[in-house]
């Protein structure tokens, strides 16, 4: 049987912020709940892109996010966990699968306000190794390739680079390509949530013509980095 421990609160005194005292209290207390027999130590809070920065720069992986915003915060409801067994950890890996599954299949929908940022951050790589099967028809793939090579415009390709950023955001570890997080944030945005080019220029304070250019070379880099330009 899995048991665990819910953090309520953390807080550090303002002129402390950013030295590390909150890692270091969540390290202790991880530390504590092993000893003393939890299998998982956990939280639930309104999430923003540094916030959750923070959980999971100390190891958290989130789980779940609520369908609609807090009405008081005006945040989506977040919760992460952070496994102390290996048990614990296997059955995370497996919530965690489903819980970006979930997210990547909504983002066009419930979550289409989402901030990409906030989304981005929910669907960062883990450090385990995983990997999806990506499943293209001919005809996707030829018209992928056409997008990427600039002669056919996104809009004419945009079913085969979604099939292409789910099977990105899905996979883990060495099967992952790195990407800077405000340019998964921009993919999301425009590619998995649908947003328009002038609303993702909004959000990103560019052009749209070079946001254009700039979505082709990043999935360019995925094609090749999928093994799909041979």
Same mark, same amino acid.
């Given at each position: *049987?899995?048991?665990?421990?819910?953090?309520?609160?953390?807080?550090?005194? !303002?002129?402390?912020?950013?030295?590390?005292?909150?890692?270091?209290? #969540?390290?202790?207390?991880? /530390?504590?709940?092993?000893?003393?027999?939890?299998?998982?130590?956990?939280?639930?809070?309104?999430?923003?892109? *540094?916030? #959750?920065?923070?959980?999971?720069?100390?190891?958290?992986? !989130?789980?779940?996010?609520?369908?609609?915003?807090?009405?008081?915060?005006?945040?989506?409801?977040?919760?992460?966990?952070?496994?102390?067994?290996? /048990?614990?950890?296997? #059955?995370?890996?497996?919530?965690?699968?489903?819980? *970006?599954?979930?997210?990547? /299949?909504?983002? !066009?929908?419930?979550?289409?306000? #989402?901030? !990409?940022?906030?989304?981005a951050q929910l669907l960062r790589k883990q450090t385990w190794n995983y990997a999806v099967q990506l499943s293209l028809t001919p005809s996707q793939k030829g018209r992928l390739m056409q997008y990427v090579r600039g002669t056919l415009a996104y809009e004419g390709a945009c079913d085969a680079v979604k099939q292409l950023l789910k099977c990105h955001f899905m996979n883990s570890g060495a099967n992952r390509m790195d990407l800077d997080i405000e340019v998964e944030a921009k993919l999301i945005a425009r590619c998995l949530q649908a947003r328009s080019w002038r609303q993702v220029t909004q959000v990103f304070k560019g052009k749209s013509q070079g946001l254009k250019s700039e979505l082709r070379s990043y999935v360019a880099k995925l094609v090749d980095f999928y093994g799909l330009s041979g």
């Open positions: *049987k899995l048991k665990g421990l819910r953090i309520v609160r953390i807080a550090t005194h !303002p002129e402390l912020i950013g030295q590390g005292l909150g890692s270091l209290a #969540l390290k202790r207390l991880w /530390e504590e709940a092993a000893a003393k027999g939890f299998t998982w130590v956990g939280a639930s809070f309104g999430a923003d892109d *540094k916030l #959750l920065a923070f959980w999971m720069k100390n190891g958290f992986v !989130p789980v779940h996010i609520s369908p609609m915003r807090n009405v008081v915060s005006g945040e989506f409801s977040v919760i992460v966990v952070k496994p102390i067994t290996n /048990e614990a950890q296997s #059955l995370i890996k497996e919530i965690h699968k489903e819980f *970006k599954l979930r997210l990547i /299949e909504a983002l !066009p929908d419930t979550y289409f306000s #989402l901030e !990409p940022s906030v989304a």
